[in-house]
């Protein structure tokens, strides 16, 4: 994005060699403030911007998790983003370049998204310096929009569209701010303070794929909710041998919405009996498992807390 202002500085603006050589002395100068920071930091010189270009697209190492195709993040802004705010943003990549392709953000755009097409390795997240120009973006497609479509204003299918359209902002806007501010930040915090105030005798937590959701284990170190009687582990420790479990209340900690998509229940061996499990904890309500529209459900972390009943005696 940088580089994509220096060129519309030269070839666009066509600004003053000498306000250029200003905004070139400024940047070399925080610049030179990171390599000091860098050097501070990790003990000896580096060059992380050069080494993460290096690494990811020269020596392609971000590939091993995962590549997809060049317009993958076109289908990913309609897939996660908030209807009909999605719309707008995707609308607005081609308008942009059609009314105003003259402007300053839209060949930060244009670059930007350019830039992170080729690689082969794509994530969401990395758009997300995008996010802060997309409200001008937005404002600037409604006003395109709204000069072409002019001719339709006396049009009452149109009056009813534009209506609906407008309220539905409203309306997905007040939704999302009620969910974003009555939940925690961490999701996982939510899982967290009910352990702490439901568990009342010592208690194992199983945990697959790496992810261990009780915080006061993270490396953070946040222990806000810690509980003494919690004990965590992966089910790497127990796949050989369960004899460490018998007895001892199991609890297990799930990252799909439904018992057939878990490694511990398909590979935990006959311990790990999902029929005898009872659902204790949801990140959704499972009503909303029945409207399992386009898939939502697997991309929106449904974690799940199982109790582990105790196998029956014979």
């Not at 000498?18 to 000091?36: Q, T």
Request: charged letters at 15%; one cysteine or more; glycine letters at 4%.
């Amino acid at each position: 994005m940088i580089g994509a202002a220096g060129l519309w500085m030269l070839l666009i603006a066509k600004t003053k060699w000498i306000d250029i050589a200003k905004v070139f002395i400024g940047f070399m100068l925080a610049f030179a403030i990171g390599l000091l920071c860098e050097y501070w930091l990790y003990g000896h010189w580096a060059f992380s911007s050069y080494n993460y270009v290096f690494q990811n697209v020269v020596e392609n190492k971000a590939a091993k998790y995962g590549v997809e195709p060049w317009y993958w993040y076109f289908e990913q802004i309609v897939v996660q983003g908030l209807a009909p705010y999605s719309i707008v943003m995707l609308l607005s990549i081609p308008i942009m370049l059609v009314y105003k392709p003259k402007h300053i953000l839209t060949w930060c755009m244009v670059l930007f998204l350019l830039g992170h097409m080729v690689v082969a390795h794509k994530e969401f997240r990395f758009l997300y310096p995008l996010s802060f120009f997309y409200p001008f973006w937005a404002v600037i497609s409604i006003q395109y929009l709204g000069e072409k479509l002019s001719g339709l204003e006396h049009k009452k299918w149109y009056i009813l569209s534009k209506k609906i359209a407008w309220k539905s902002f409203w309306v997905a806007n007040t939704i999302a701010l009620i969910l974003m501010i009555t939940k925690p930040a961490n999701d996982v915090l939510a899982l967290n303070k009910v352990l702490l105030e439901n568990l009342k005798k010592p208690t194992v937590i199983v945990y697959s794929y790496e992810f261990n959701p009780y915080v006061n284990g993270d490396t953070m170190g946040a222990t806000f909710y810690a509980n003494p009687l919690i004990h965590s582990y992966c089910i790497d420790t127990f796949l050989k041998d369960t004899a460490a479990l018998a007895g001892k209340d199991v609890w297990i900690f799930s990252e799909f919405a439904y018992p057939k998509n878990e490694f511990i229940f398909q590979y935990g061996g006959p311990f790990f009996d999902s029929s005898r499990t009872t659902v204790l904890w949801t990140r959704l309500p499972l009503w909303t498992y029945r409207f399992n529209f386009n898939n939502w459900l697997e991309r929106s972390n449904p974690y799940t807390l199982y109790q582990l009943h105790p196998q029956p005696v014979r």
